[in-house]
C-alpha cells in the first residue's frame, strides 16, 4: 500500500477561506465547474460559444483550471499517464468545461511548465498566499476572492519569484487570463497586484514575517517563510531543532528527484537500465545503497514516452522503500505476507528477490489497487509467486490460520517523510490527524503479528519520519507483545541508516531520499 493514508479533506482555513469544499461533486470526486466563481465571478456567458481561444497561455489555463481540481480534492499534481504522453487532452478538457473554451494543445514544453507550476505553487501556497493577502487592500478582498482570480494570481506571483520569468509575460499573460476567463475587472485587479509586486520585488522589500517574539510567534514566521502548517512547524523544531527543521522544510520544497529499479523479473538488469538511458540522453547516477536502482532528477518525460515503464522494465519506485524491502529480506521458498499492499511496490520487489520460488500474499482492502498490482506483476513476470487477498487485515488476522515465515506491514501513515513528491500533502494534514493514525497503526500491527510463524520476522514501516508514528508505535507493540523482539536491521542496510535502537531510519536531508521507517521485529519460537 502507498503508505500515506488520506484522512481529511484539504484544511488550509488559517490561510485560505477562498474555496468551498461543500461545493464538490462527491459522487464523481470532480469539482463542479459551476462552483468555481461566485458573486461577480461568474463565467461569462459568451464562453459557452467560444470554442478555442490561441490568445490564451495553455500551460496556465491548464495550471490554473488544475490548481482548483486539486484543492477541491478531485486531482494531484502529475499531469504524466502511464504511457509517457501525458494527459494534455483531459486536462483541455477540464478548461473548456471550466472556463468555456479551450486553448492550442499542450505540447512537451507545456507540459513541463504545468508540472512545475502546479507542483511549486502547491508547496508555496502559504507563503504566495501571505503576499498576496498583503497587497490586497483589505483581509476582505482576499477572502472573498473566487478560487479561479485567487490560483491566477497565485500562479503569477509564483512565476515572477521563484520561477523568475519575465515579468512582463508574466503580467500580460495572466492579465489576459483573467479576463477571458472572468471579466475585465478580474483583469485589471490582476495587473494592479502583479505590478505592485513587481515594484517591491524590484526595491527588495517584500512584506515577509520576521523571526521574533515568543516560540508560537517564530513557529507561524517559519510557517509562512517556508510554506508549511504551523503544526508541523512546532513538531519539528520541537524534535529536531529549528536548524534541522528549516533544512528539512527547505528539502520539502525543491523539486523532486526520482529513482527507478530495473525489474529483474524481467532479466532486465541495471546496467540496462542505465544504457537505455544513456542512449535516451537522460541525466542519471546510480544508487549508493541499491544494486537495482538509478536515480534521475529529470527526464522523467522521456522515459515514460520510451516506454520503459509501460513494457516492465522498470519502476519507478524511492530508494527508501527498497531499503525497507532489504530489512525484509526476502530468500526464495519463502512465504511473505504484505499486509496493506497496493499499489504494489514492495510487493513486486519482494517478488523479484524470490527468483520465481515461494509465495506473496497481497492484502489489501482497495479491490481496484490490488486488480492494479495483479496486472503489474504480470507485466514484471512475477505473477507466478504473486497472490492478492481483498480483505480488511483485522478481519482476515481473525481468521487465518496459516502462519508465514515473513510479514511486512507498511502502514498507512501521515506521509511525513515524502513531501518533497507529495506537494498536497502537508495541506491535507493535521495534527489531530496524528492521534487517529497512531489508533490505526496499532491495531493493524496487532492484526499482521498473528500472521507470523514462531520464528518468523515481522517488519513494520512508513513512510514517516515522525516518531509518534515509528519508535513510539513499536515500543508500545513490545508491551503488548512480549514473544517479539528487535532484530538490529544493520546486516541489511548501510550503517548510516541504523538508529542507536537497531531500527532503519531514511533522513530526507542527510540521504537524499524519501524519509521512511522500519522496526524489524522477530518472533519468539
Known sequence: MACVLSVRAINYSEVNKASNPSKFDKKNRRPNSATFTRGRGTLNPAHRTQKLNVDVSPHRAVSAVRLMRIELGGAFADLLNEHGKGSGDNEMGYVERTLGFRTRALDDRDLRLVTDIVGGTIRWRRYLDHLILSLCHDEKTFTRMEPLLLQILRIGFYEIIKLEMPPYAVVDENVRLAKVSLRPGAGNMVNGILRKLLVLKEDNSLPLPRLEGDDRSQARALATLYSHPVWMVRRWTKYLGVEDAIKLMTWNNTDPSFSLRANSGNGFTRADLVTRLQTLKVPHEISPFLDDFVRIRTGMQIVMQAGLLKEGLCSVQDESAGLVVSIVDPQPGESIVDCCAAPGGKTLFMAARLSGQGSVSAIDINKGRLRILREAAKLQKVDNVVTTVHADLRTFADHNQVKSDKVLLDAPCSGLGVLSKRADLRWNRRWEDMEQLKELQDGLLDAASRLVKPGGVLVYS??????????????????????????????????????????????????SIDGAFAARLVRSL
Open 462 to 511: 512508513t513512510c514517516s519520519i515522525d516518531p509518534g508514528e515509528n519508535e513510539e508505535r513499536v515500543a508500545a507493540f513490545l508491551l503488548r507483545h512480549p514473544e517479539f523482539c528487535v532484530d538490529p536491521v544493520d546486516s541489511y542496510v548501510p550503517n548510516d541508516f541504523v538508529t542507536e535502537h537497531g531500527f532503519y531510519s531514511s533522513n530526507p536531508v542527510k540521504h
